[in-house]
């Protein structure tokens, strides 16, 4: 017969024991480190990786968002307090005003407060179009559901890089128009249409990732409910409107707050896309990031350092607020 195995975990690993050798070396190590320890033992390295990919980096930037230099790693940081922090809202409170440009930075604040919205509500709204079709009972539904959800696993690049080609003068689109009799236009040169193309090519790129998720839980509504609306004449609207999207809330909670945060982090799509331009036109805060901390001589790492942490503090105060408002209405 077959010697009889068993699980042993060991600071975080799984290792298959015989029973005869994994019962005592839990013992052991429950009287080494007692009852009470055993589970943060088993966290330990989760946490350690915590603190060293998420907390450590944090504390990093915020020593570099009180400091100056144009380097990563410079020989001397001299302290310059909340200097950078003025500076993103004054330049004239930074050692060379000529660097670093505040109404760049306000121009960007004000182009992501104007992309995010329009972006989210976009987003949003054709992902749960998008989901409701795909939960019906339609042939090739598992054919439709791959093809909406392909965009995602593209490299951002390579949907920036085949949509930049797509609207240049001589691109597909302006092909098409010459194609009708029409004059080709050049999409990415004036600020509208560059804004209008920017917002349309991200939410390409990811809707099929919140129509998945909007369509589990779509699909976690029990059919009773429909049925018995069906009973009662309801129409198609106001099934939608009293039982889909009520039942649906929770689900579009998680899918508005990731939307969000990935619309305020936009930068790939649109750096490859328009680079920003024209002129600033498309220019989101975190691209004025990249630009301060890595692109625009000399370098400023600590003003960069200091627009991230004020970025993430605002993220975080508002996946806060909608954590606390989605508990209270589910209580209240």
């Known amino acids: 017969m077959a010697t009889r195995a068993r699980l042993a975990t060991v600071a ?36 350690l990786a915590v603190l060293f990919f998420s907390l450590l980096p944090v504390a990093i930037n915020v020593f570099y968002s009180v400091t100056g230099s144009d380097r990563l790693y410079p020989s001397e940081r001299p302290f310059i307090g909340s200097v950078n922090y003025e500076t993103l809202f004054d330049c004239t409170n930074y050692l060379d005003a000529s660097t670093c440009s505040s109404d760049l930075f306000w121009r960007a604040l004000g182009n992501s407060l104007v992309f995010v919205p329009i ?67 050049n999409w990415l040169v004036f600020p509208n249409t560059a804004f209008f ?10 809707m099929g990732f919140y129509t998945i998720i909007l369509l589990a839980g779509l699909q976690s509504i029990p059919r009773d409910v429909y049925e018995a609306a069906k009973m009662d004449s309801a129409t ?5 409107t009293r039982i889909t999207l009520p039942l649906l809330k929770p689900v579009l909670l998680v899918v508005f707050v990731l939307c969000v945060i990935r619309s305020v982090q936009t930068f790939d799509e649109l750096y490859v896309l328009t680079g920003g331009g024209p002129g600033s036109a498309t220019m989101l805060i975190v691209q004025y990031i990249y630009e301060v901390g890595f692109a625009v001589q000399p370098r400023n790492f600590g003003l960069a350092a200091a627009a991230s942490l004020l970025l993430g503090v605002v993220l975080l105060i508002f996946t806060g607020l909608q954590l606390r408002l989605s508990r209270n209405s589910q209580h209240g």
């Open 12 to 47: 975080g690993g799984v290792i298959l024991l015989p029973a005869r050798l994994a019962e005592p070396l839990m013992t052991g190590l429950q009287k080494v480190l007692g009852i009470g320890r055993m589970p943060w033992v088993f966290l330990l390295p989760n946490l």
């Open 236 to 240: 198609n609207w106001r099934v939608f």
């Open 197 to 206: 193309w920017s917002v349309f090519v991200t939410v390409w790129a990811h």
């Open 119 to 185: 972006q989210v509500i976009c987003m949003i709204g054709v992902a749960l179009l998008a989901a409701v079709c795909l939960n019906r009972e339609i042939r090739g539904r598992g054919s439709f559901r791959a093809v909406f959800f392909f965009p995602v696993m593209l490299s951002p690049v390579v949907v920036a890089l085949t949509w930049q080609w797509i609207l240049q003068r001589n691109g597909a689109l302006n092909g098409i128009l010459t194609w009708l009799g029409l004059s080709p236009v």
